[in-house]
């Protein structure tokens, strides 16, 4: 019998290797637990059946032919709502994207075809992310699998909350500030954001384009590296995607070079207003690498206290210029007016969400004649500091520990209000959107029936093998 529940990426292959079910029929199950459990959860905008059982065909007839079938052949994924995959929905969870159908492949989604992935449909997330809910989605709000009474975080809480229900094997999502790693710590999943360039983003809606970057939810580590290694790599149609080869280390990792690694551990991630639980459970992670005989040392990185000025500043004005490309005209429904100025007011003014005319407004400001110098350009300079105290940092250390988020995850309705204390959820992850740097998010052990906690791993630039690596020999310590 297939117990969704314990299907990995890993598990999957080797089962639809050694013919214990068919590819079809693993789709199936998936389809028929999706139809009942999504209505508690409401992680999925839309759904995929005949695209996904038609691929799932495809990979059996291969695997009946005797055929090689690739690394990815057959896995039912789940894809947030701003990837496009040619022929589905792709609405950013806007209403001004509601009736957009995507005419070509992201980068990411060409790569996964290639390995032999099924889509089971597109996930919910807040408007063009711009969250840390998915309470600010135009069409649902998603809820926390271990407790519908909370939010899966956000932006990507859709995906977070696929993987974590067994409604899917693995997701992609986009991180720009936390959105990745902020709900695979509330959903209790592996969430991973790889270093700045690493995956296309191609055929990604962007919100903001120096700080966005696609990342991968999965069960455990190992799928995560796996995952990661099939979409890395250069795409020609992204000026800002490296030609970085990534080596067998990935997926292979050699964990007498991992026990090597010093870890540090900065003062500045533990502050005041951090819930009490949050810093024993990550305190608790640093013992057990101690050990493990891994060196642990505390470090310093003075600038962290600006990074939620800095994020604010930049992300903004970025999502303005991003977000001008919807005027009404080309995307969702067009008001009926003689005047230029009165259709854009209605069409943005009925298309866009509140979180999205906030980031706008903002953005604009911080850009506009006057303040250029005093807010963005400033903001610029402090971020190359940021960067500085991380390059300083990895002089001594190899890895840095961190908790992921200040709190557990929160009541529904608690901060949708309150745009300050959600924009907080971020303060330990937006830093590494400003330095570009890979981090993951990976679930405490032994928390039992508690509510999840994540620590997250935080690596040089090109070096995800160092946190994947130190994850695992976590995960199977």
Not at 272 to 292: H, N, P, R, W
Not at 359 to 365: E, H, Q, V
Not at 446 to 453: A, H, S, V
Request: a negative charge; one cysteine or more; glycine letters at 8%.
């Amino acid at each position: 019998m297939i117990k969704l529940e314990e299907l990995t990426i890993k598990k999957f292959r080797e089962g639809l290797a050694k013919k214990e079910f068919s590819a079809s029929e693993v789709a199936r199950l998936f389809f028929d637990y999706i139809e009942v459990k999504d209505k508690e959860i409401e992680a999925y905008l839309s759904l995929n059946r005949d695209g996904a059982l038609e691929r799932a065909r495809q990979i059996d007839a291969a695997v009946a032919s005797g055929k090689e079938i690739p690394s990815l052949a057959g896995v039912p994924m789940a894809i947030k709502d701003v990837i496009l995959i040619e022929g589905l929905p792709a609405t950013a969870a806007s209403k001004i994207l509601e009736k957009y159908v995507a005419a070509y492949d992201a980068g990411v989604i060409k790569k996964l075809k290639a390995a032999g992935a099924l889509f089971l449909g597109k996930t919910n997330l807040d408007e063009f992310a711009m969250g840390s809910s998915t309470e600010q989605s135009a069409f649902k709000v998603t809820r926390n699998p271990r407790d519908t009474s909370l939010v899966p975080g956000g932006s990507s809480g859709g995906s977070a909350a696929a993987v974590a229900a067994d409604m899917a094997v693995a997701a992609l999502g986009t991180d720009t500030g936390g959105s990745v790693r902020q709900p695979a710590a509330f959903c209790g999943v592996v969430g991973m954001k790889p270093t700045y360039g690493a995956i296309s983003r191609y055929g990604v809606i962007a919100m903001a384009s120096s700080l966005d970057q696609v990342g991968t939810f999965s069960k455990t580590v190992e799928d995560a590296a796996i995952l990661f290694k099939e979409i890395a790599g250069h795409d020609p149609k992204d000026a800002t995607s490296a030609t970085v080869t990534y080596g067998d280390e990935l997926v292979n990792p050699d964990f007498h070079k991992i026990r090597e690694l010093t870890v540090g551990v900065p003062e500045e991630y533990f502050i005041e207003g951090t819930d009490a639980e949050i810093i024993s459970a990550v305190q608790g992670v640093m013992k057990e690498f101690e050990t493990l005989k891994i060196k642990v040392k505390k470090i310093h990185l003075p600038h962290t206290k600006y990074a939620l000025s800095v994020y604010y500043i930049v992300m903004p004005a970025e999502v303005s210029t991003n977000l001008a490309r919807y005027d009404g005209i080309r995307y969702g429904e067009r008001a009926k007016s003689e005047n230029l100025l009165d259709l854009y007011y209605q069409d943005r003014g009925n298309g866009l969400g509140l979180e999205p005319k906030r980031r706008s407004i903002l953005g604009t400001f911080v850009l506009s004649a006057g303040y250029y110098d005093a807010y963005y350009a400033k903001a610029q300079r402090v971020r190359a500091l940021i960067k500085q105290d991380f390059d300083e940092a990895f002089l001594d250390v190899d890895v840095i520990l961190t908790p992921v988020t200040p709190t557990l995850p929160f009541k529904l309705g608690e901060k949708a209000s309150d745009p300050m204390q959600m924009y907080l959820s971020d303060i330990f992850t937006i830093t590494l959107n400003l330095a570009g740097l890979p981090g993951i998010s990976i679930p405490v052990k032994g928390r039992g029936d508690k509510l999840p906690i994540g620590f997250q791993l935080i690596g040089r630039p090109w070096h995800e093998a160092d946190i994947l690596g130190l994850g695992r020999y976590y995960e199977q310590s």
